[in-house]
């Protein structure tokens, strides 16, 4: 019963809840007429979550599922009064705030809670999620038959790759913290605040690349569907996004930053695109430098 709790109550257990409670896309943090403070109960659940963390008892985990069943009416009641207030306090003339109201909701990147494909509709989240997984696979599959022949390998090619403790705290710091977390669920944030004092990841990176072989977790990937024009509540309209371990991504980095300092030098002065430092307007302004005294010569 405890290791039960512990999984029901852990990380991925709430992460999930206050993921519901985002998509309801309203929390009001004021005394509503007949409604308690939503954040006050908020904050009650999550003292009751840590406690029951220490100590999990079968009634502290009723409390817990009790107390998040009245959470969530709460929130829809108070999103209904909020969406009621909205239009009674709007004139014909003057509807911005539901505009920007009604704006705010379809940005929303949650998925509709009904999903279909061809003629298969899916309300559960297994079924949606064989859905995905359906797709996903077809587009897979046709990017590997599409993918070019292996040509021969270049004449010039880079030799080991060498990392040294000072390039791995530089990509530390430099790690976007709102990138989401991977497998691991090691977000950037924590590495980066923890540069100074992680010394693990140098050390592995170092006999990765050594020995050729990646460690097995990195090579599992989230998947997660992102809605794209057209009718939302359509598989076929959505594209996976692929979530990487956040440790992976250092060290894809530090390869990076190495085979661009091998490559930089190798590329034509006259290749704009996909280089650091340049860009399309530089190029435009090349031309005309160009152009222009042929044009004045009228050549």
């Given at each position: 019963?405890?290791r039960?709790?512990?999984?029901?109550?852990?990380?991925?257990?709430?992460?999930g809840?206050?993921?519901?409670?985002?998509?309801?896309?309203?929390?009001?943090?004021?005394?509503?007429?007949?409604?308690?403070?939503?954040?006050?109960?908020?904050?009650?659940?999550?003292?009751?979550?840590?406690?029951?963390?220490?100590?999990?008892?079968?009634?502290?985990?009723?409390?817990?599922?009790?107390?998040?069943?009245?959470?969530?009416n709460?929130i829809?009641?108070?999103?209904?009064?909020?969406?009621?207030?909205?239009?009674?306090?709007?004139?014909?003339?003057?509807?911005?705030?539901?505009?920007?109201?009604?704006?705010?909701?379809?940005?929303?990147?949650?998925?509709?809670?009904?999903?279909?494909?061809d003629?298969?509709?899916?309300?559960?989240?297994?079924?949606?999620?064989?859905?995905f997984?359906?797709?996903?696979?077809?587009?897979?599959?046709?990017?590997?038959?599409?993918?070019?022949?292996?040509?021969?390998?270049?004449?010039?090619?880079?030799g080991?790759?060498?990392?040294?403790?000072?390039?791995?705290?530089?990509?530390l710091?430099?790690?976007k913290?709102?990138?989401?977390?991977?497998?691991?669920?090691?977000?950037?944030?924590?590495?980066?605040?923890?540069?100074s004092?992680?010394?693990?990841?140098?050390?592995?990176?170092?006999?990765?690349?050594?020995h050729?072989?990646?460690?097995?977790?990195?090579?599992?990937?989230?998947?997660?569907?992102?809605?794209?024009?057209?009718?939302?509540?359509?598989?076929?309209?959505?594209?996976?996004?692929?979530?990487l371990?956040?440790?992976?991504?250092?060290?894809?980095?530090?390869?990076?930053?190495h085979i661009?300092?091998?490559?930089?030098?190798?590329?034509?002065?006259?290749?704009?695109?996909?280089v650091?430092?340049k860009?399309?307007?530089?190029?435009?302004?090349?031309?005309v430098?160009?152009i222009?005294?042929?044009?004045?010569?009228?050549?």
């Open positions: 019963m405890l039960e709790s512990g999984h029901l109550f852990g990380r991925p257990y709430i992460k809840f206050f993921s519901s409670l985002q998509q309801l896309k309203f929390v009001p943090t004021l005394n509503l007429v007949g409604l308690p403070v939503t954040r006050g109960r908020i904050n009650c659940l999550n003292t009751l979550r840590r406690k029951h963390r220490r100590s999990p008892t079968l009634l502290s985990k009723r409390k817990i599922l009790d107390l998040e069943h009245k959470l969530l709460h829809l009641e108070a999103k209904l009064l909020h969406q009621t207030n909205l239009v009674s306090n709007s004139s014909p003339n003057d509807i911005g705030n539901i505009t920007r109201y009604r704006n705010s909701c379809s940005s929303s990147r949650q998925l509709p809670s009904v999903m279909s494909m003629s298969v509709t899916a309300l559960d989240d297994s079924i949606k999620a064989n859905l997984n359906q797709f996903f696979s077809v587009l897979s599959s046709h990017a590997m038959t599409n993918q070019s022949q292996i040509r021969s390998p270049p004449e010039v090619c880079i080991c790759v060498n990392i040294l403790p000072a390039d791995v705290y530089k990509t710091t430099q790690l913290t709102p990138k989401s977390m991977g497998i691991d669920q090691i977000g950037p944030v924590i590495l980066k605040h923890c540069a004092a992680i010394f693990l990841p140098h050390h592995l990176f170092c006999q990765s690349l050594m050729g072989v990646l460690p097995q977790e990195w090579k599992v990937h989230l998947i997660t569907p992102s809605s794209e024009s057209g009718e939302r509540s359509d598989v076929k309209n959505c594209r996976p996004i692929t979530l371990c956040s440790v992976s991504k250092v060290l894809e980095r530090l390869v990076f930053d661009t300092t091998f490559i930089v030098p190798l590329i034509t002065t006259s290749q704009f695109g996909f650091k430092g860009s399309s307007q530089q190029q435009l302004l090349v031309m430098h160009q222009t005294p042929n044009l004045e010569a009228k050549l």
